[in-house]
């Protein structure tokens, strides 16, 4: 029997014939049916874990996405893969394993795939290296597939007093997690109570969903829609919606579109396609994690694409949508103004996006712009003559301390200028323990080094330090941290970036000494250590790049063969 147009391509080496019996009664073993078995093979890669909230209710996702293959004539098998929370590790060395996972979750999807030769894959992912990992895993397979989003935590609801603080009859205000990391600075500096960080502890989190700011998951989710690997709309329900079911469900039945026509991720993510997702990125604020991620994607597709790139969409793309942590909002309200669809038809009337490739809903993103339904006085989405900012939410530095790139997040702080002594730490922990120890001063430039891919190994961001800082309100507004790892996009007030290449490389961040200054300009996308070249080059003679943290496993493998974050990360 001919299975030409079933979207059944792939599996008939793995379940067709009387060669094929054995494999056929392994799989009828766990429940598959003989009918099952000649329909076309859906791989379900499933990152659920019990570990953190993005991705705990992952298992009811998946039940819905199997649902809706089944309804379009597909037989779903589904699979687990690994997951690293972010803001549980942060602080910690654990952390260091978030960005190794992208590699780890790209490489088991794709090795459990070609293993059993799915005819489509579903990637349903929630936390922040979840969804490059997927789209990385998509991208080197090329079969018909699509990466879906576990959905963002809804907001939790904190009462507190004219000053802010928490107070019970106060005020209920809405918070997510970045409140709790500013109220961790706070409570450092004894600005609050061991009472009122709890209060704050207690009401961040109220139930499963990733952050709820446009911080990396967030931001991930929405480049995949604007990338056209996942369903615009139905990637934004959020984690405990009444309309996520449905919205998985569709998600299920549209992979079973992709395999009958024989759509691939090589069609749909294209050059077009990625400097879409980056307008995205800038218009919305977005994570300077985009960064590494989009370039890390272009790499698995051969598509050529640098951090230049970046700054030249971000300079005529202004910063229209009013989300934390450079805004007010949070991802529910985005998703609630009339989400990705209407923030494409505002790029659309600004011919500020491609949007003509082919997207996994089977329309090309202006025909779905073409659908937004924009509610009424919804204060999220901006018109153009309204942005918070004139350009993107995002810059990229050159100069001697940064050859391959500075990535600075300019969206919550206005300061365009900042130069300062240097002081030189080289491991997160060094620098947070002299922020809580009353060590730094305002107007210092913060240096952490060796926090790098290969250095750390894993690249930490520095959200412990950032959120000690801004608990030190005559250091939130005045310091400036610069390092060689990444640094968190969940602290608003700071001017921070990340260079390449690290010091571990031999990058000129490892010459930089305790009082030399430090020059970020903004306007001028320069990063400038005031030290002539024949000085640095000088100090640089004697460098030696330190042993490396971990002799053996995965970090070890990691560090061997990891590459520059300006070049993405990615492992070769």
Not at 287 to 314: G, K, Q, R, Y
Not at 343 to 372: D, M, Q, S
Request: some cysteine; aromatic content about 4%; proline content about 6%.
């Amino acid at each position: 029997m001919s299975n030409q147009g079933t979207g059944k391509t792939h599996s008939n080496v793995l379940t067709e014939g009387p060669s094929r019996a054995a494999a056929r009664a392994m799989l009828r073993g766990v429940g598959f049916s003989k009918d099952d078995l000649h329909k076309p093979i859906i791989g379900i890669a499933n990152t659920w874990t019990e570990i953190g909230p993005c991705n705990y209710h992952l298992r009811d996702v998946a039940e819905a996405v199997k649902q809706g293959v089944r309804e379009a004539g597909g037989t779903p098998m589904e699979f687990n893969t690994v997951t690293i929370s972010d803001g549980i590790t942060m602080g910690t060395q654990g952390m260091k394993a978030s960005l190794i996972s992208r590699e780890v979750i790209a490489d088991s999807i794709e090795l459990v795939s070609r293993g059993n030769s799915f005819d489509g894959l579903v990637c349903i992912a929630g936390c922040d290296k979840n969804m490059p990992g997927a789209v990385m895993a998509l991208a080197r397979l090329d079969i018909p597939g699509l990466m879906l989003y576990g959905g963002s935590i809804m907001p939790g609801h904190l009462h507190v007093g004219a000053d802010g603080k928490p107070a019970s009859g106060g005020n209920e205000i809405d918070i997510t997690i970045q409140q709790v990391f500013e109220a961790i600075g706070s409570h450092a500096a004894g600005k609050i109570t061991d009472a009122q960080l709890e209060a704050v502890e207690a009401a961040a989190c109220p139930g499963p969903g990733a952050c709820g700011g446009q911080f990396t998951a967030n931001t991930m989710a929405m480049a995949g829609e604007f990338m056209g690997i996942s369903p615009i709309q139905l990637t934004g329900v959020p984690a405990m919606s009444p309309e996520k079911h449905a919205a998985s469900r569709e998600a299920g039945k549209l992979v079973m579109d992709l395999a009958r026509a024989g759509v691939k991720p090589s069609q749909i993510i294209t050059r077009e396609s990625l400097e879409d997702a980056i307008a995205a990125v800038c218009a919305s604020g977005g994570s300077t994690n985009a960064v590494m991620h989009l370039i890390a994607i272009a790499h698995e597709l051969e598509i050529p694409l640098n951090v230049e790139d970046f700054d030249i969409i971000s300079e005529k793309t202004p910063f229209i949508c009013d989300l934390q942590p450079g805004g007010k909002m949070v991802a529910k309200d985005y998703q609630d103004a009339g989400g990705s669809r209407v923030l494409a038809a505002r790029l659309v009337e600004k011919n500020l996006l491609n949007g003509n490739t082919p997207t996994v809903t089977g329309k090309t993103l202006r025909e779905e712009a073409a659908l937004a339904v924009e509610t009424p006085g919804q204060p999220v989405i901006r018109p153009w003559s309204d942005p918070l900012k004139s350009t993107g939410g995002l810059v990229i530095l050159k100069g001697n301390l940064a050859p391959e790139g500075c990535v600075v997040k300019v969206a919550g702080h206005a300061r365009i200028h900042h130069t300062g002594p240097a002081r030189v730490f080289d491991s997160e922990d060094l620098c947070f323990a002299a922020v809580n120890e009353g060590r730094v001063q305002p107007n210092d430039v913060l240096v952490i080094r060796y926090e790098g891919p290969r250095g750390g190994p894993g690249m930490r961001e520095m959200l412990a330090v950032t959120a000690a800082i801004k608990g030190i309100p005559e250091l939130s507004d005045s310091v400036a941290l610069l390092t060689d790892g990444r640094f968190s996009g969940a602290t608003r007030g700071l001017m921070a970036g990340h260079v390449a290449p690290e010091a571990q490389l031999g990058g000129p961040i490892g010459a930089v000494r305790e009082g030399d200054t430090i020059t970020f300009d903004i306007p001028g996308r320069k990063l400038t250590l005031n030290v002539s070249d024949e000085e640095i080059a000088e100090r640089m003679k004697d460098f030696k790049a330190p042993e490396p943290r971990y002799k053996r496993g995965v970090f070890a493998k990691y560090a061997a063969t990891v590459s520059s974050a300006s070049e993405g990360a990615v492992t070769t």
